[in-house]
């Protein structure tokens, strides 16, 4: 499960789908829904917020703004009206390393979209997220 702290704009079409999934199966798990992935890191900066589920709803509202931009048809029944207004912080180094992780994927699943892309130092990140001053955060796994 990867739950980026990138922009959706920046994902292939491929990876914009799989986190559309990866965010519905988050939310599941933050509802108890599901048994598995309980424990996954990805969840802990959700959980670590008053209301876990407004946030991952607001999460999961801007990956299906973005897949409206593109002309997809995800599933807009599946979100739930419930946003949080406040943004999480995040920092600059979790960024630039998913960026570099997500470069490395485009190289071998989208090479024209990666070198659209490659020049971009500071890319933006998903909506939700405040970008702060700091390391790759102690969870991210292959750090």
Same mark, same amino acid.
């Given at each position: ?25 988050? /939310?599941? &798990? ?14 802990? /900066?959700?959980?670590?917020?008053? =209301?876990?589920? +407004? ?7 801007? &990956? ?5 931009? @593109? %002309?997809? @048809?995800? =599933?807009?029944?599946?979100?739930? $009206?419930? #946003? ?8 600059? %180094? ?12 485009? +190289? &071998? /699943? =989208? $090479?024209? /979209?990666?070198?659209?892309?490659? =020049?971009?130092?500071? $890319?933006?990140?998903? $909506?939700?997220?405040?970008?702060? +001053? %700091?390391? &790759?955060?102690?969870?991210?796994? %292959? #750090?």
């Amino acid at each position: 499960m990867r739950i980026w702290t990138l922009h959706p704009q920046y994902l292939d079409s491929k990876g914009l789908v799989a986190l559309w999934r990866e965010a519905l199966l988050a /939310r599941a &798990v933050l509802r108890g829904e599901t048994r598995g992935y309980r424990n996954h890191p990805q969840l802990i /900066r959700f959980r670590a917020q008053p =209301d876990p589920l +407004a946030e991952i709803e607001s999460y999961l509202a801007a &990956v299906h703004e973005e897949s409206l931009q @593109r %002309g997809y @048809r995800f =599933d807009a029944t599946k979100l739930s $009206p419930t #946003r949080s207004p406040e943004t999480i912080p995040e920092t600059r %180094g979790q960024l630039l390393f998913e960026w570099a992780h997500l470069l490395r994927k485009l +190289a &071998v /699943r =989208d $090479p024209d /979209r990666r070198n659209q892309l490659q =020049d971009l130092e500071i $890319p933006d990140p998903h $909506p939700l997220f405040t970008i702060i +001053a %700091g390391p &790759v955060r102690e969870w991210e796994k %292959g #750090r």
